[in-house]
C-alpha cells in the first residue's frame, strides 16, 4: 500500500502528481494507485487512465534495477471542465443537450450553455424549463456522469384545409337508401318517400372556404412554408344564385328539382309522367324528368338535369347529363354477345335496386342495391352492390369495370357463373401525367433562371431608367416572370396531389367484399389479374405487387356510398 505523502497536487492545483523511487515503493499495482486517487483531495480529478498503466509498468520494471533508486515523477490525473455537446436532427427540427460533470474543474452554467447554442445557430423552440432542469440534474451528478435532454423543438408547417363544397339538401338518388319507416317500426322497403323537391331561397350548398395554413420554423429560425388549401369553385347554375349577403352560400331562385354540378347546383324544371310508352312516345327535356311509373320498352328519354323513374325500365335507353335514380329496377335482355336491350347513360351516378340484362354507363358512382346481373357496367367512380346494411348485394355474371374500387355483399354464384370484375385500371395513365407534370415544372424552372439571368445582365438602372422602351422591356420580362411561377406553383401542387394519388393508388382503390367470393370469377387490378378456383369469405382484394392479393383480416365497408 503506497503511502498518501507520494501523491500531491501541482504548483496551481490542477494535476495530481505521484513522486517515488521504484527500489524503496516498488512494486505496485494498479489498484494502488487508484486507492491515492480515491483520497479526498484527488476524487474529483479525471483519471489519466494511459499514464497510469504507463507508470506502473515502468515502477515495476525499475524495480531491482540501478535506475531503480533515482524519484520517479509522473502525472496521473488532472482537473477538467464539464463538456457540452449539441445534437441536430438531420431536418433540424430537433436539438437535444448533453452535458458532462466537470472533474474537478469549471462546471457548466447557463451562460455558457447560451453561448454553444448561438454558435450552433440554435435560437428557435428552446425550452428554458427544460436546460434549467437539465442543470439542475448536473449539479447531482458526479464527476464525468452524463445528462442529457432535448431542449428544443421546431415546429411544423400546418398545411391548409381544402374548400369543402357541403351539400344541404338530398338528391334523386339518395331516396333509394332511404325506405320510409312504417307506424309499427318497421321498414317499407317500396316506398321511398317523396320526392326532392326545393323551393325558392333554400340553402343548396355551403362553401368552407380553403384555408392558408401556417408558417413553420426549424430550431435555426428558418421559416418552413405551408401549403395553402385548394379552393373548389362555387358557381350559381340553372335556377340557383350566390347568396346576396353570403357567396359562400349557393340558394335556390326558383322551385324544383335540385341537380348536383361539378361546381355547385342546378334547380330544374321538372317534367312529370306517368309513363313512357308509345303513347307519349320518346322524351327530350332540358331540365329533369320525373316518371312516376315505368319507361317502357324501345323508349328513348333524354334529360340536361336528372332523370327519375319511380317504377321499372324495361328494355329502354335512358341519357341523362345529371344522375339516374331508377327506384324500383332496370331490366332488359341480351341481344348478342355485349349487347343488352336497355342502356343507361349519365354524366353523373347511377342508382337502382335491381338491373339485369343492361348496359350501365357513368362518370360517376354506380349504386345498385339488391342484385346486379349478367349486366355490362362502366364507371370512372366507384361500384357499389350493397343494401345500407351490408347484407344483401349480388353482382352475377356480366363485366363490372370501376376505376375508383368495387364493393359489393357477393361477387358470383354458387354455380360458379363467370363473372369479370376490372378495378383501378388507370394507373398507367396517371404515371403518364404525373411524368408530364414533372417536365413541365422542370421546364419552368429553366425558363425562370433564363429570365433572372437576362435581368442580371442589365446595365445598372441609372443607365436605362429613362428610357421608355428599354423600361417596358423589363415590365414585360418581370410580368413573364410572375406568370410562370403563379403557373409552377399551381402544377407544383397539382404534381403534388397527383404524386399521392399514383403513390397511393391500388391501396386506395380495391375490391372489398362483404360475405363470399365464389369460384370462377375472373379479378383485374390494374395489370394483375385472378380467376377464384374455390370460395373466399369476406376479404379486401387489392393489387399488392403486381399480385392478386386477398386479406381476410382487413374490414370491408358496411354500407354503399352515395
Known amino acids: 500500500m503506497l503511502d498518501p505523502e507520494l501523491i500531491e497536487l501541482n504548483s496551481d ?34 483519471p489519466l487512465e494511459p499514464a ?17 533508486k533515482f524519484e520517479l515523477f509522473a502525472t496521473l490525473a488532472e482537473r477538467r471542465d464539464g463538456t457540452i455537446a449539441i445534437e441536430i436532427s438531420p431536418d433540424k427540427m430537433q436539438a437535444s443537450l448533453k452535458l458532462t460533470a466537470a472533474w474537478g474543474g469549471k462546471q457548466i452554467d447557463l451562460p455558457e450553455i447560451l453561448t454553444h447554442l448561438k ?32 431542449i428544443a423543438q421546431g415546429k411544423a408547417p400546418v398545411n391548409g384545409l381544402n374548400a369543402v363544397l357541403e351539400r344541404k339538401v338530398f338528391l334523386a338518388r339518395e331516396r333509394l337508401l332511404q325506405p320510409q319507416e312504417r307506424e309499427d317500426g318497421t321498414v317499407d322497403m317500396r316506398n ?47 335556377g340557383t344564385a350566390l347568396h346576396p349577403q ?40 332540358k331540365g329533369s324528368i320525373l316518371i312516376t311509373g315505368d319507361v317502357h320498352e324501345g323508349m328513348l328519354v333524354k334529360s340536361s338535369g336528372d332523370i327519375t323513374v319511380m317504377g321499372f ?19 332488359g335482355r341480351q341481344i348478342k354477345a355485349n349487347e343488352y336491350s336497355t342502356n343507361i347513360h349519365s354524366q353523373g351516378q347511377i342508382s337502382a335496386q335491381f ?3 343492361s348496359n350501365l354507363v357513368a362518370k360517376g358512382n354506380i349504386l345498385v342495391t339488391k342484385q346486379l346481373l349478367h349486366s355490362h357496367t362502366k364507371t370512372a367512380g366507384s361500384l357499389t352492390v350493397s343494401d345500407p346494411s351490408g347484407r344483401r348485394g349480388d353482382l352475377v355474371g356480366g363485366v363490372a369495370r370501376a376505376e375508383k374500387g368495387i364493393t359489393a355483399v357477393v361477387i358470383g354464384a354458387t354455380a360458379g357463373t363467370k363473372t369479370d370484375v376490372y378495378c383501378a385500371m388507370e394507373h398507367g395513365e396517371l404515371k403518364q401525367a404525373l411524368k ?67 403513390e397511393g393508388y391500388y391501396e386506395k382503390y380495391r375490391i372489398e367484399v362483404l360475405k363470399h367470393v365464389f369460384l370462377n370469377v375472373e379479378l383485374h387490378i390494374g395489370p394483375a389479374n385472378h380467376r377464384t378456383a374455390r370460395e373466399h369469405g369476406t376479404c379486401c382484394i387489392a393489387n399488392v405487387n403486381q399480385e392478386i392479393n386477398f386479406d381476410y383480416n382487413a374490414k370491408a365497408k358496411a354500407a354503399p356510398t352515395t
Open 436 to 502: 408530364l407534370l414533372d417536365e413541365s415544372v422542370k421546364a419552368m424552372v429553366v425558363a425562370s433562371l433564363d429570365i433572372e439571368a437576362r435581368l442580371n445582365k442589365l446595365p445598372p438602372k441609372s443607365e436605362w431608367q429613362g428610357d421608355a422602351v428599354m423600361i417596358e422591356q423589363i415590365k414585360m420580362m418581370l410580368d413573364q416572370k410572375n406568370r410562370i411561377l403563379d403557373e409552377r406553383t399551381r402544377e407544383e401542387l397539382e404534381f403534388d396531389t397527383l404524386k399521392q394519388e399514383v
Open 13 to 46: 492545483k490542477t494535476k495530481a502528481e505521484l513522486r517515488l523511487i521504484p527500489n524503496v515503493h516498488g512494486p505496485v499495482t494498479h489498484e494502488d494507485i487508484m486507492r491515492l486517487l480515491s483520497l479526498p483531495e484527488f476524487g474529483s480529478l479525471f
Open 192 to 238: 321511398l318517400g317523396s320526392l326532392i323537391v326545393v323551393k325558392a331561397d333554400d340553402v343548396l350548398i355551403v362553401k368552407h372556404p380553403a384555408t392558408e395554413g401556417t408558417l413553420g420554423y426549424n430550431i435555426k429560425g428558418e421559416v418552413l412554408k405551408q401549403k395553402p388549401g385548394k379552393d373548389a369553385i362555387l358557381q350559381a347554375g340553372t
Open 246 to 285: 353570403d357567396p359562400n352560400k349557393l340558394i335556390a331562385t326558383v322551385p324544383g328539382q335540385p341537380v348536383e354540378t361539378r361546381t355547385g347546383m342546378n334547380v330544374d324544371d321538372i317534367l312529370q309522367l306517368k309513363d313512357v310508352d308509345i303513347s307519349t312516345g320518346h322524351i327530350s327535356f
Open 355 to 357: 338491373v339485369q340484362y
Open 313 to 331: 325500365v324495361d328494355s329502354a335507353t335512358l341519357e341523362a347529363e345529371g344522375d339516374v335514380t331508377v327506384s324500383k329496377g332496370i331490366i
Open 119 to 150: 454558435k450552433n445557430n440554435v435560437c428557435m423552440g428552446l425550452s428554458k424549463l427544460k436546460i434549467q432542469t437539465l442543470l439542475k440534474q448536473l449539479s447531482t451528478l458526479k464527476p464525468g456522469e452524463v445528462c442529457q435532454s432535448d
Open 52 to 68: 497510469i498503466t504507463k507508470t506502473v509498468a515502468k515502477i515495476n520494471a525499475l524495480r531491482s534495477q540501478d535506475d531503480g
